[in-house]
């Protein structure tokens, strides 16, 4: 069964930054395409940000564009989402998830288009 397990959330203040981290360990992540997702509650699972499986290209939620960078580490097997200057908006549960193969940039923000999830790592964003 393929698992993926998020790490790095916790509370942080408002401006500050935090890195959440996105791991594989019954599987190779490099041959997916992987997601990040957030859902606060009584709201939506809307994307945040994702990358092809090759690292190709990264697509951003207009949202976070400028705050969030995805990156991959192949060799880590490990999918990174470095989050900057946090807003009170910004928190929820963020997950990531994983589709095998190409993923065309335009769709790889839509939940439905994952196989795979992890168990979500919940950010609090609080003075």
């Known amino acids: 069964q393929l698992q993926l397990v998020e790490s790095g959330g916790g509370l942080v203040q408002p401006g500050g930054s935090l890195r959440l981290s996105c791991a594989a360990s019954?599987?190779?992540?490099?041959?997916?395409?992987i997601g990040w997702f957030r859902q606060a509650p009584g709201k939506e699972r809307e994307g945040v940000s994702c990358?092809?499986?090759?690292?190709?290209?990264?697509n951003y939620a207009d949202s976070v564009k400028g705050r969030f960078t995805i990156s991959r580490d192949n060799a880590k097997n490990t999918v990174y989402l470095q989050i900057d200057s946090l807003r009170p908006e910004d928190a929820a549960t963020y997950y990531c998830?994983?589709?095998?193969?190409?993923?065309?940039?335009?769709?790889?923000?839509?939940?439905?288009?994952?196989?795979?999830w992890g168990q979500g790592a919940q950010v609090t964003v609080s003075s």
């Open positions: 990358i092809s499986a090759g690292g190709s290209y990264t």
């Open positions: 019954t599987f190779t992540l490099e041959n997916y395409a």
């Open positions: 998830a994983a589709h095998r193969g190409i993923l065309l940039h335009s769709l790889c923000l839509s939940p439905a288009n994952y196989d795979h």
